[in-house]
Nanobody, 114 residues
Framework: VQLQAYGGGLVQAGGSLRLACATS????????MGWYRQTPGKQRELVST???????DYADSVKGRFTISRDKAKNTVYLQMNSLKPEDTAVYYC?????????WGQGTKVTVSS
């Protein structure tokens, strides 16, 4: 299973970035897709998820600033990140989960400068 994540980069505080995660149609249609992030020395934490039906969930720290969405035609999940803060700096990972089965994409680094 491939999850191809991209879109990270360096941005100033207050700026925006959009992450994307492309996968196969079978995964995209059946799995809960999500984004996690991790900083050195800390556990990977949930950022946001979206179900195949479009239901979304967000960590409290990103509510109102981040938006997750999915494009069925492209089998791609997006994470629009606005009003970025230095504490959003992390490696972001795409995730696909169905019950106890899950897959991870490679990380994409997001750096927010103050």
């Amino acid at each position: 299973v491939q999850l191809q994540a991209y879109g990270g980069g360096l941005v100033q505080a207050g700026g925006s970035l959009r992450l994307a995660c492309a996968t196969s149609g079978s995964i995209f249609s059946a799995y809960v897709m999500g984004w996690y992030r991790q900083t050195p020395g800390k556990q990977r934490e949930l950022v946001s998820t979206i179900t195949s039906g479009g239901a979304t969930d967000y960590a409290d720290s990103v509510k109102g600033r981040f938006t997750i969405s999915r494009d069925k035609a492209k089998n791609t999940v997006y994470l629009q990140m606005n009003s970025l803060k230095p504490e959003d700096t992390a490696v972001y990972y795409c995730n696909a989960r169905q019950l106890v089965i899950q897959f991870w994409g490679q990380g994409t680094k997001v750096t927010v400068s103050s």
